[in-house]
């Protein structure tokens, strides 16, 4: 049964230097404020598994938090590219960052086998393209019946998977709704998994398109509102597209970044 | 011209796989002019979104809210992608080349970048399983190369047999559109011919901006201008923000 | 875009003799209207595909209209067995029965495998039993990454899948709830696909939990009102639990059997 | 006498896989005694179910409306059974051998069966996965047999490194629950051992019901007797029909 704890000593507890960690939201329910920790935390060495890697996993590399990243799309939704992500690939600043890519298919299919108890799955795809050649995590398969080649992607347990939701009642039962993309999988692959939430209610009202992940499958929740902030959480609060534009130039430049940061990430309690 | 080239591409009924930026501004308007019944289908999950405005992200929440159902991102790439369900699928790119292969992962050589870009996200898969492919890219010798930095997404990798061979269900892209024209796949070679050029665009214009020796169609076209219905959509669609 | 039309062209038009029919609903919605219709119409050298054969297959089976049979488990439910397709295996009556047996997880993964446009699903299963000899559409397969030992069984792409759900709009998007089992995966699984329903409404409001299948994945509903009875249909009519037990006696005789399917099967109308 | 010993092999919190009749009587039996808090999954995709009378089928409407949440079929075997998320997982059978393998499929030859049984089900994964699985069944030589017709769930296969042998990941059978007592496999051998005797059964019964030649555990105990407050508990789940 999920323990009810407060973010600083989740992420105290459950996450270790050297980790590997999958922060999970596709575009909605991003787990913004568990990164800040992680971040405010100064963890080290981290493998970072993200689709998406969005603001969080930017703001974590930039400051110095993340040796390696598995991942299928880094850029920033809508505005460009993430500057902290590009300078660390580019010129290893502050640090230099190995990766593991993948299509979307790719690495959601390495989630499904994480959850699914199996070393791996099977797909159609990588068959000509560049990610083939250049990722060990892929690999051809051949069908038992039909002699037909595939790929399987190798299935991936975080150590440590966080997915941020709506809400959870006193037990640790867990709701979401709206756009949930890859959490339900994230979350079950991870070794040890933590949930932040806007809200702890008394009961979980059914909600229409909801997913309820049950407490006995999570190893601890924290209250943490506006969690998801600049991302959103559907019934609480707005995606705020002016940040993701404004972020632009805020990570573009090493000093404005860490300015930025000291200011807001830093000296804010969790 | 491009957003209204594409959007004349697009059948009423059709299921297509949409991405942020031009695809999504071709399709809602697509659905404003003569497919009002598009199905839109963001990867983020949401299935037949009717957003009011074009969303940023795909993670809107306009389009979570319009849609028919939201499914998960395993359902979106496993039971509707994969099968070859999705009629229409949109790519962008930082590279094409003559075979309509894409690049948008980097620039310069894959271990030091020169330029790192955003990656594959759904694009391998997109053009690998979609019936048809429609491809949208500004037109320049630094985009439309003799040879890609990397291969993001197969078109048709070095010519006619290589999507049999890869296993690829769809037939591939169909048409390349531009800021000067369109492109078309040769029906035998699989080579892009230059079928369209947009009004008022030199043939010229168009070849030194191709890293490649373009070839042109026996019978290159002029697209067709826009209407005046096209023009006050797109207007519309722009007016009411993103 | 699925087609709205009648139980009886439904099956008429998207049915052939010697096609591979999924009838699917884990307990819950069996579309047991569709099974009566096929027997009305009495095709014959079916394939059936079903978790849980159930009474609509054993029906389907004494009535002559299966050749071949892929199950997981064949009893009635919190009964006994199915007397009539214990008398095919057991007495070639009134045909032969050939079978292809599963677990429940390995043919849950042959539907998903067929749903996901894939040859095979690997899965962890069938090692020791005597099912991984007798049962062709298991075999073994090797993790590239682990070298690890586990079983692929082959997809499974019916020429026509039935379910049956509460409701469809008038555009054919359909709507069901409750325990929705293998539903959706036995649906995308097939090249031809029919819902059955138990009315057609003008808007389908949200309801907690439901599943909404477009009806562009779809090839045609049909309303059928009580079209699973004597099993159930959530928010319409419960499990006549009664009839279940009462199947055991009519069921166990030919002749009881022939004598009741023909008083209230095949002269009703459809 | 068979559902009280099982509930008491229940702990509260527990996650137990559950199917219709004896085990499902168990465990309904446990959370109204000792184990309030038991997480009871039917196989039809409820997790967490409370209901207030035993169900005929896995699917009875009550189980879906008490649940906490209500999955796909997939979901319960691929995400919740086959990784080992599943505390103890509850079998009967037709037929048992010395090792806890397990047949409910034919009676005889698998192709000319004797008698055909409804087969599988879920149970060659409940009894690979589960952390832990008791099996519940009644003893007589036709049911404890020397050699199995057909090996439906793997317990230990030929002996103590079976399992590993076939990448089973859970515990295996911990009892075997009989109506004349209690069996558990051996630490080292992974034979069946008879541990106990239900009160007023003798221990040459249990003998003469067992198809091949029964070990006795040194130290063979009684089982404690049903409490009141068991039988007041088993009397009013029954009173509350099915």
């Not at chain 2, 078309?184 to 230059?194: A, C, N, R, S, Y």
Request: glycine share 10%.
């Amino acid at each position: 049964m999920a323990e009810i704890v407060s973010l600083s000593e989740a992420i105290e507890s459950l996450l270790n230097d050297g980790d590997i960690v999958a922060l999970e939201g596709f575009t909605h329910l991003i787990p913004m404020s568990a990164g800040y920790e992680i971040i405010r935390q100064a963890k080290k060495n981290l493998t970072v598994v993200r689709l998406t890697p969005d603001l969080i996993s930017d703001q974590m590399i930039g400051m110095g938090c993340v040796s390696k990243l598995i991942f299928s799309w880094g850029g920033n939704p809508g505005v460009g590219s993430l500057h902290r992500l590009r300078d660390a690939i580019e010129n290893g600043w502050p640090l230099p960052l190995e990766i593991d890519e993948h299509s979307h298919a790719g690495l959601t299919n390495r989630f499904v086998a994480g959850a699914s108890g199996l070393p791996f799955a099977v797909m159609r795809g990588y068959r000509g393209t560049g990610l083939d050649e250049v990722t060990p995590t892929v690999a051809p398969i051949f069908c038992p019946f039909t002699g037909e080649e595939l790929r399987a992607v190798a299935a991936i347990n975080p150590d440590l998977s966080v997915i941020h939701a709506q809400r959870a009642d006193r037990k640790g039962n867990v709701q979401l709704w709206g756009i949930t993309g890859i959490q339900k999988e994230a979350l079950l692959a991870g070794n040890r998994s933590l949930v932040t939430v806007e809200e702890i209610v008394d009961e979980l009202d059914p909600r229409p398109g909801d997913v309820v992940i049950p407490s006995w499958l999570i190893t601890a929740v924290a209250v943490s509102p506006g969690g998801s902030r600049p991302s959103y959480a559907a019934g609480y609060y707005q995606r705020d597209n002016d940040f993701y534009i404004a972020w632009d130039a805020i990570s573009r430049d090493r000093e404005t970044f860490m300015k930025w940061m000291g200011e807001n990430v830093l000296s804010a309690a969790s | 011209m491009m957003s209204i080239a594409a959007a004349r591409q697009l059948k009423d009924n059709q299921i297509c796989f949409i991405g942020i930026g031009l695809p999504s501004k071709a399709a809602n308007l697509a659905r404003r002019l003569h497919a009002p019944e598009l199905v839109m289908i963001y990867e983020s999950g949401t299935l037949g979104a009717k957003p009011s405005k074009l969303p940023l992200s795909i993670g809107d929440g306009e389009l979570a809210e319009t849609a028919d159902s939201i499914v998960s991102v395993p359902e979106i790439f496993n039971y509707l992608l994969q099968p070859g369900r999705i009629d229409v699928g949109f790519l962008g790119a930082a590279q094409i080349d003559r075979y309509a292969n894409l690049n948008s992962t980097v620039i310069g050589d894959y271990r030091k970048p020169t330029v790192r870009l955003p990656g594959a996200g759904g694009a391998p898969e997109i053009a690998g399983a979609c019936k048809r492919v429609i491809i949208m890219l500004r037109q320049s010798p630094k985009s439309f190369v003799e040879k890609l930095s990397f291969v993001t997404s197969v078109g048709f990798g070095s010519g006619p047999s290589d999507r049999d061979a890869f296993g690829l269900k769809g037939a591939g892209p169909v048409i390349v559109i531009t800021d000067l024209g369109m492109l078309e796949p040769d029906p035998v070679t699989k080579e892009l011919i230059l079928t369209h050029i947009h009004p008022n665009i030199e043939v010229e214009k168009v070849i030194e901006s191709t890293g490649w020796n373009l070839k042109i169609a026996n019978q290159l076209r002029v697209t067709e201008p826009p209407t005046k219905r096209e023009l006050e959509a797109i207007r519309s669609l722009v007016a009411a923000g993103a």
